[in-house]
């Protein structure tokens, strides 16, 4: 019988480091502070309203583009904090999570032979989601140290290909926050081009110093923008795979032209039941609040440890150099972490396409405060 080996769309793209890491911690009893999601449950009052949506009976499929009612709940949302005023019904779409309409995004502006650029280090999925679209991906470093933006590198990188730029802000791995002036820097060095900026803020609700930077608050960047966000990650739901996608009408017709043939729309019950839960909207304004306690606590307990702490002013990662502790290269030296330390980190070199090594590795702080706890126990032992 024939085997059949076909050529792969991403050859070089093997099992994630999240999985690796995850499935080491499971193995030695690790407390797991790798991959980025929550170890406790969300409110019961969003159950109770997704619950209250099935027992409805709306459990058939919502429009392509998303309930109205949810998509009107965006909307206020983005009026009241950040002062834009964007049309539910033609400039946003609810999507199968973040990732889903990141990969939409590209998809749905990039051509083969074009060029995106990335900001390294990055979220994993942003290079295979370019390379799958039949472009090529520019990696431009972040400053080493401070993870701010090098826009002279940036304005290097802008070539007559270049067709997108996806920035990230609060950012991930690093926990940095973009600022306004640096919003302001990217509108200008843009402002000649036809490139469009594909927004990943999806911690947009865990900044802790000032106010989210989001590119909705500046009409120049939002006119060429795609805004992506995730219930998910705001209330504690991440296996739920719910965001949203914001952008101008034109670019918005263009997202849903490729949203309606790879997912088509997302389970009704769940937007009824966060639109229901939106009406609210101490529950993600009080989200900084939640999770600057949880940063502190962590950060105090890192101070009696050999682990160095980095700034941090958003997302719930903490990324921390363990020049102190250890010489290893940042991925051996979090297997040494999860294995005789009984703490599972991720290397930051992992989100850099070089693989480029500072000595740093990213904990998770979104866990319970005894999660955290017993995690500061076993680093104070290294």
Known sequence: MKTLRPESRLPQVGTTIFTVMSALAAE?????????????????????????????GLNQYPPMAGLASL??????????MYGRRVDPGAEVTITAGATQAIFTALLAVVHPGDEVIVLDPCYDSYDPNI???GATPVHVPLR????????????AAITSRTRAIVINTPHNPSGTVWKRTDMLRLAELLRETDVVVVSDEVYEHMVYEGDHQGVARYPELAARSIIVSSFGKTYHVTGWKIGYAVAPAALSAEFRKVHQFNVFTVNTPMQQGLASYMADPSRHLGLPDFYRAKRDRFRAALATTRLRALACDGTFFQCVDYSAVSDLPEADFCRWLTIEAGV???????????????????????????????????????
């Open 28 to 56: 030695h009893g690790a407390v797991n502070l790798g991959q980025g999601f929550p170890d406790f449950g969300c409110d019961p009052k969003l159950l109770d309203a997704v619950d209250a949506a099935m027992r409805a």
């Open 144 to 155: 080493p140290g401070t993870f701010a933006p090098d826009f002279d590198r940036i304005a």
């Open 71 to 80: 998509r009107e709940a965006v909307a206020a949302k983005i009026e009241a």
């Open 131 to 133: 390379r799958l679209c």
């Open 344 to 382: 599972a980190a991720i290397p930051l070199s992992a989100f850099y396409a070089d693989g480029f090594e500072q000595g740093i590795a990213r904990l998770c702080f979104a866990k319970k405060d005894e999660t955290l706890d017993l995690a500061a126990e076993r680093l104070a032992r290294i």
